[in-house]
C-alpha cells in the first residue's frame, strides 16, 4: 500500500490545464523529502519529468510544472496536449520507512 | 547517451530465485555521483522500489523486501545485479533498473531516479 496518494485519473480536453495532487504525511514530505514526478506512457519506462519539487530536465516541455507545500505536492500540465495521455507517479523518500515511496499513480486523459 | 539494460530469465518457478543483471553503457558505474537501484511494477500496478547500491558496494533495500533482496555490483563490468529470493505469483512484475542522481547535500533522501531500462516481464510460475 502506497504511503502517497493520488487520484486514479483527471481529465481535460487539448489546451486546458490539469493538476495532479500527490498527498503524503509528516514522515515523507511533511518532512522535508523533495517530490519528484514520472510519465509513463502505455508499455514504456517512466520518464523523469519533475525533480525537488519543481526542476524541469533537458528536454522537459514547460509546460509541465511542479509544487510543494505541507504535506502535499502537485503536477500543473498546461496546455494538454493529445501526447500527454499517459500515467504519472509522484516519488519521495519517507523517513520512518528508510525507504523511496511511490504515490498510487494517475491516468491522464485527453478528452 | 547513458543507457541501462536488464537481462535475465523471464520466467521463475515458485519458491525460487529471481536473479537479474543490469548493464550501464554510455557512463560508468562508479561516478561517485549516483545510486543504482531496482524498482518493480506488477502488471497494472503502481511502481515499487526494491533497492539500491552504491559503486562501493553499500546497500539499501525496501523493509518489506529486505529479507529476501540482495544487490551487488560488479564495476569491471559496469553492471549491477538483482537477487529476489522464495518468489511467490506475487513477485511477477516488470522490473526495472535505474540510475539515481543525487543533488543538495546528498543525503540519501535527495535522490531521484532519472535514466531507466526498458524493463522486462519477469512471471513467477510452474
Known amino acids: 500500500q502506497s504511503v502517497l496518494t493520488q487520484p486514479p485519473s483527471v481529465s481535460g480536453a487539448p489546451g486546458q490545464r490539469v493538476t495532479i495532487s500527490c498527498t503524503g504525511s509528516?514522515?515523507?514530505?511533511?518532512?522535508?523529502?523533495?517530490v519528484h514526478w514520472y510519465q509513463q506512457l502505455p508499455g514504456t519506462a517512466p520518464k523523469l519529468l519533475i525533480y525537488?519539487?519543481?526542476n524541469r530536465p533537458s528536454g522537459v516541455p514547460d509546460r509541465f510544472s511542479g509544487s510543494k507545500s505541507g504535506t502535499s505536492a502537485s503536477l500543473a500540465i498546461t496546455g494538454l496536449q493529445a501526447e500527454d495521455e499517459a500515467d504519472y507517479y509522484c516519488q519521495s523518500y519517507d523517513k520512518s520507512l528508510s525507504g523511496y515511496v511511490f504515490g498510487t499513480g494517475t491516468k491522464v486523459t485527453v478528452l | 547517451q547513458l543507457q541501462l539494460q536488464e537481462s535475465g530469465p523471464g520466467l521463475v518457478k515458485p519458491s525460487e530465485t529471481l536473479s537479474l543483471t543490469c548493464t550501464v553503457s554510455?557512463?560508468?558505474?562508479?561516478?561517485?555521483?549516483?545510486?543504482w537501484g531496482w524498482i518493480r511494477q506488477p502488471p497494472g500496478k503502481g511502481l515499487e522500489w526494491i533497492g539500491n547500491i552504491y559503486y562501493s558496494g553499500s546497500t539499501y533495500y525496501n523493509p518489506s523486501l529486505k529479507s529476501r533482496v540482495t544487490i551487488s555490483v560488479d564495476t569491471s563490468k559496469n553492471q549491477f545485479s538483482l537477487k529476489l529470493s522464495s518468489v511467490t505469483a506475487a513477485d511477477t512484475a516488470v522490473f526495472y533498473c535505474a540510475r539515481q542522481p543525487g543533488y543538495s547535500g546528498y543525503d540519501i533522501w535527495e535522490y531521484f531516479f532519472d535514466y531507466w531500462g526498458q524493463g522486462p516481464l519477469v512471471t513467477v510460475s510452474s
Open positions: 554510455g557512463g560508468s558505474i562508479s561516478s561517485s555521483s549516483y545510486y
Open positions: 525537488a519539487n519543481t
Open positions: 509528516r514522515s515523507n514530505i511533511g518532512a522535508g523529502s523533495d
